[in-house]
């Protein structure tokens, strides 16, 4: 299952720019250890409703998850390649 990140909120001006990440638990070594799996970062006028920011924020970690999902078909694809010896 994956987590959303809040990594850091900054203002400039008349802006919010919302840091995020998303995370995935995964077992290493025996142990379940945060791994992330992508970042974003949202920019938002100071008057946005709050409700909004969450939408945006999760359409962004639902964005992150999905290029996440296609980097790993690929990589699938890619593992059954067959590669010539390198002398």
């Known amino acids: ?3 959303i990140r809040i990594n850091g ?4 001006q008349s ?3 919302v840091m995020l990440s998303v995370t ?4 290493v ?3 379940d250890t945060e791994s992330p799996i992508g970042e974003a970062a949202i920019r938002f006028p100071s008057g946005t409703e709050i409700n909004d ?9 639902e964005g992150i ?8 078909d690929k990589r ?3 593992e059954e390649l067959e590669f010539p010896e390198i002398t």
């Open 76 to 78: 699938k694809d890619i």
């Open 65 to 72: 998850m999905k290029a996440h999902k296609n980097a790993k």
């Open 15 to 17: 802006n919010y720019t």
């Open 53 to 61: 920011i969450k939408s945006r924020i999760i359409d962004a970690a």
């Open 24 to 27: 995935e638990t995964r077992v």
């Open 29 to 31: 070594e025996g142990e």
């Open 9 to 12: 909120v900054s203002y400039d």
């Open 1 to 3: 299952m994956a987590k």
